[in-house]
Nanobody
């Protein structure tokens, strides 16, 4: 099971980035997929998750209205479109899957993780 997160980088406040999470050796169209982030000195937090069975999505309050999660099953990829970025969005972003396809967007229950991609937003 491999997850490859990419798309991070440096952006100015108000700018946009799109993160991609590509799976290899298995298909994403069975599991819930989530994006999480961890800033220095802080716990890993759930940013956005999408459940396979019904497409339900979750967004943390801090990103609601600015970030959009989506999936492209043909490409075996889940995206996180991040608009109107803020300096407080600076963190390492990880994608992960929940084998039980649950609705709880918590890092504690997600099973397999990608390596992370750095997002830095300057003011």
């Amino acid at each position: 099971v491999q997850l490859q997160a990419s798309g991070g980088g440096l952006a100015q406040a108000g700018g946009s980035l799109r993160l991609s999470c590509v799976a290899s050796e298995f298909t994403l169209d069975t599991y819930a997929t989530g994006w999480f982030r961890q800033a220095p000195g802080k716990e890993r937090e759930g940013v956005s998750c999408i459940r396979f069975r019904d497409g339900n999505t979750y967004y943390s309050e801090s990103v609601k209205g600015r970030f959009t999660i989506s999936r492209d099953d043909a490409k075996n990829t889940v995206y996180l479109q991040m608009n109107n970025l803020r300096p407080e969005d600076t963190a390492v972003y990880y994608c992960a899957i929940d084998l039980l396809d649950g609705s709880n967007c918590s890092a504690l229950i997600y099973d397999f993780w990608g390596q992370g991609t750095q997002v830095t937003v300057s003011s």
